[in-house]
């Protein structure tokens, strides 16, 4: 059996990198794609929980639904993701917010299937702010997600979580992150402008904490290209965390390019040569 990198190895691994490269996270929902990704050099891969219905043809939100059940889907996609990840640090997606869900015995599952470390997936923070109000009183907000990131550290697991904020960056420095990304909404391509005011403030609640790995995700950054101007920017960002942008996005673009090639004009000038 290949050696499992420890929490201490991984972040090692990932501040050495950073010192001359960007840093890629990779969510996938399939074998395929994380044996793909692993092959590519990707620094994390995460098992992660809506990647399979983007892969059924449904928009990512689709997994913050009550039709879902995102810890039940992660859990079905790991093994597979793991086997193909080889010696990549695979992170597995949790929904803190599950009332169902005891945080020991989960952990250790994740961790028995392979997983290196958790992230807080779908963030609770995604959910318009009347319901998210309802949940935190009810003891099943934020809090959730700050628990599940101390209890991950105790069991030695790498901590990868989203932040919406810097009030939230601050509380998750707190509980022990060892990974923060910055979540900037849904993935919007062709949007042309970065949230300014969201990075610098996000990057200033960092810059004591220079130990912790710094990503960004979503909202307008869907290419290499709108990560290396925000790294200009803003040279405390390390990397990219990607799902959409690593999976559903290339796959569709893939799909649609080799179609296309295939049904050439069977006229003679038409033809494809070898």
Same mark, same amino acid.
């Given at each position: 059996?290949?050696?499992?990198?420890?929490?201490?190895?991984?972040?090692?691994?990932?501040?050495?990198?950073?010192? /001359?490269?960007?840093?890629?996270?990779? =969510?996938?929902?399939?074998?395929?794609? &994380?044996?793909? %990704? *692993? #092959? $590519?050099?990707?620094?994390?891969?995460?098992?992660?929980?809506?990647?399979?219905?983007?892969?059924?043809?449904?928009?990512?939100?689709?997994?913050?639904?009550?039709?879902?059940?995102?810890?039940?889907?992660?859990?079905?996609?790991?093994?597979?993701?793991?086997?193909?990840?080889?010696?990549?640090?695979?992170?597995?997606?949790?929904?803190?917010?599950?009332?169902?869900?005891?945080?020991?015995?989960?952990?250790?599952?994740?961790?028995?299937?392979?997983?290196?470390?958790?992230?807080?997936?779908?963030?609770?923070?995604?959910?318009?702010?009347?319901?998210?109000?309802?949940?935190?009183?009810?003891?099943?907000?934020?809090?959730?997600?700050?628990?599940? /990131?101390?209890?991950?550290?105790?069991? =030695?697991?790498?901590?990868?979580?989203? &932040?919406?904020? %810097? *009030? #939230? $960056?601050?509380?998750?420095?707190?509980?022990?992150?060892?990974?923060?990304?910055?979540?900037?909404?849904?993935?919007?391509?062709?949007?042309?402008?970065?949230?300014?005011?969201?990075?610098?403030?996000?990057?200033?609640?960092?810059?004591?904490?220079?130990?912790?790995?710094?990503?960004?995700?979503?909202?307008?950054?869907?290419?290499?290209?709108?990560?290396?101007?925000?790294?200009?920017?803003?040279?405390?960002?390390?990397?990219?965390?990607?799902?959409?942008?690593?999976?559903?996005?290339?796959?569709?673009?893939?799909?649609?390019?080799?179609?296309?090639?295939?049904?050439?004009?069977?006229?003679?000038?038409?033809?494809?040569?070898?």
């Amino acid at each position: 059996m290949a050696h499992r990198a420890t929490r201490s190895e991984i972040l090692t691994t990932l501040q050495r990198a950073r010192a /001359t490269r960007s840093l890629v996270a990779a =969510g996938v929902g399939m074998g395929l794609s &994380a044996g793909a %990704a *692993a #092959q $590519a050099g990707a620094d994390l891969i995460v098992a992660y929980h809506s990647a399979p219905l983007r892969l059924r043809g449904l928009p990512s939100v689709s997994g913050a639904l009550p039709v879902a059940d995102a810890n039940h889907d992660t859990l079905a996609i790991l093994p597979e993701v793991v086997r193909c990840a080889a010696d990549r640090p695979v992170i597995a997606t949790v929904f803190a917010s599950d009332p169902r869900l005891a945080f020991d015995a989960h952990l250790a599952r994740l961790a028995s299937l392979g997983a290196a470390g958790v992230m807080n997936a779908p963030p609770i923070t995604l959910l318009e702010p009347a319901l998210r109000c309802d949940l935190d009183s009810a003891g099943l907000g934020f809090e959730r997600e700050l628990e599940l /990131t101390s209890r991950a550290r105790e069991r =030695g697991l790498l901590t990868v979580m989203y &932040a919406f904020d %810097a *009030a #939230q $960056a601050a509380d998750l420095i707190g509980a022990g992150v060892d990974v923060l990304v910055l979540h900037l909404g849904i993935t919007r391509p062709g949007r042309d402008a970065a949230p300014t005011a969201e990075l610098v403030a996000f990057t200033a609640a960092l810059d004591a904490h220079p130990e912790i790995v710094y990503l960004v995700h979503g909202g307008p950054i869907s290419t290499p290209q709108d990560v290396s101007r925000i790294q200009d920017e803003h040279p405390r960002v390390d990397g990219f965390f990607g799902v959409s942008s690593i999976e559903r996005l290339p796959i569709t673009a893939a799909v649609s390019r080799a179609v296309q090639a295939f049904a050439y004009d069977r006229n003679p000038g038409g033809r494809h040569e070898d």
